[in-house]
């Protein structure tokens, strides 16, 4: 295992005390943890099946499995076998595990945006390869690695590949027997764009070798405490992680793939939830803009992409002493180095509470 990093929001708790500090109290927009209620339909499933004495299947119930291919299919035009989707224990986990129990080591190659969710670089620390971020903004990498990691929508910045850009990284992985996986937690949060999934046949063609989805309800469902997500795609890949999974123990509780077959098979909850973070992101927008600020990307995700030309440490000091607690952009790479982040996951109070504060 390679050496780990810092954990990168260590250094960020002296600036969230001093924001605390504010006498109207703390706007945390720093972290993208939803704050809305979990949705009715999960929660009376998860309360439905809590007696659950036996051992779950790791490849989750047959429920969960349809579930999972009608949402794809439903949502995202993505047609996916029931074989070809696998249940995780949080996406973050399968995220920095997904090299390593794919049999990536030593010697490896493990590439990803160079703005970008810090787990990625982690994710090849931990099966011992070498993590190399890469700026994807022109295509491909040169180079060759083992697996590409993509995240579209994106966080920190919300850029949205297009069709065609998706393709070309298809093709290309093929073409170099490169594994590409796009992280699509935030597919359902587009704003002046329309996400689209890796495993869509305008993308992948009308099969899927070479090529995983990573899904999460975290974002999709704000149930980021029940640790739910999903695989799809490559059903090779996915029976050999299936197979990696049970051994290793991990596997979803039974409620929890309860909560999640109920979530994926309602989309009100998600509507609804949309048009919160909408009128969220035009508060905050407008008030970032009035204030000085330009926003960079935020096509899609649940975050803006802000800079006032300086560096962000410097930016996150002065919103920290209005009470306003943003992520520096640094924590996602080093071309973050002036911008900073800020999460559409509080309240419409603080919500308000902020842009009050950024008009004065």
């Given at each position: 295992?390679?050496?780990?990093?810092?954990?990168?929001?260590?250094?960020?708790?002296?600036?969230?005390?001093?924001?605390?500090?504010?006498?109207?109290?703390?706007?945390?927009?720093?972290?993208?943890?939803?704050?809305?209620?979990?949705?009715?339909?999960?929660?009376?499933?998860?309360?439905?099946?809590?007696?659950?004495?036996?051992?779950?299947?790791?490849?989750?119930?047959?429920?969960?499995?349809?579930?999972?291919?009608?949402?794809?299919?439903?949502?995202?035009?993505?047609e996916v076998a029931e074989t070809a989707v696998l249940p995780a224990v949080g996406t973050k986990e399968l995220i920095a595990w997904l090299p390593a129990a794919l049999g990536l080591g030593p010697g490896d190659t493990v590439a990803y945006?160079?703005?970008?969710?810090?787990?990625?670089?982690?994710?090849?620390?931990?099966?011992?390869?070498?993590?190399?971020?890469?700026?994807?903004?022109?295509?491909?990498?040169?180079?060759?690695?083992?697996?590409?990691?993509?995240?579209?929508?994106?966080n920190p910045d919300g850029r949205i590949?297009?069709?065609?850009?998706?393709?070309e990284y298809v093709e290309w992985g093929r073409k170099h027997g490169?594994?590409?996986?796009?992280?699509?937690?935030?597919?359902?949060?587009?704003?002046?764009?329309?996400?689209v999934s890796i495993l869509h046949p305008d993308v992948s063609g009308p099969g899927h070798e070479g090529v995983l989805a990573v899904h999460s309800l975290s974002k999709r469902s704000n149930m980021a405490g029940y640790r739910a997500g999903f695989v799809a795609g490559d059903e090779r890949l996915v029976r050999t992680l299936l197979e990696v999974r049970r051994h290793a123990g991990l596997i979803v509780p039974a409620p929890i793939a309860a909560?999640?077959?109920?979530?994926?098979?309602?989309?009100?909850?998600?509507?609804?939830q949309r048009l919160r973070y909408l009128r969220r992101r035009t508060l905050l927008l407008e008030a970032l803009l009035?204030?000085?600020?330009?926003?960079?990307?935020?096509?899609?995700?649940?975050?803006?992409?802000?800079?006032?030309?300086?560096?962000?440490?410097?930016?996150?000091?002065?919103?920290?002493?209005?009470?306003?607690?943003?992520?520096?952009g640094e924590i996602y790479g080093p071309a973050g180095e002036k911008h900073v982040r800020l999460a559409l996951t509080a309240t419409d109070e603080r919500i308000e509470t902020a842009v009050t504060r950024l008009r004065r």
């Open positions: 295992m390679g050496e780990l990093p810092a954990f990168p929001w260590s250094a960020l708790m002296p600036l969230r005390a001093l924001a605390a500090g504010h006498p109207g109290g703390i706007v945390n927009l720093a972290l993208g943890t939803p704050v809305d209620p979990s949705p009715d339909v999960a929660r009376a499933a998860l309360a439905a099946a809590a007696d659950a004495p036996g051992h779950p299947a790791t490849e989750g119930t047959p429920e969960f499995r349809e579930a999972a291919t009608r949402y794809l299919k439903r949502r995202l035009g993505a945006p160079r703005l970008s969710f810090p787990t990625y670089d982690v994710s090849a620390r931990l099966a011992g390869a070498t993590p190399q971020a890469v700026d994807l903004t022109a295509g491909p990498p040169a180079f060759t690695p083992k697996l590409l990691w993509l995240n579209s929508p994106s590949l297009t069709v065609a850009e998706l393709r490169v594994l590409v996986v796009n992280d699509e937690c935030y597919i359902e949060h587009g704003w002046t764009a329309e996400p909560a999640m077959t109920a979530a994926l098979n309602d989309d009100d909850h998600v509507a609804g009035g204030r000085g600020f330009r926003v960079d990307g935020s096509a899609g995700s649940l975050f803006l992409w802000a800079t006032e030309g300086r560096p962000c440490w410097d930016t996150t000091r002065d919103l920290a002493e209005l009470g306003i607690l943003v992520a520096p």
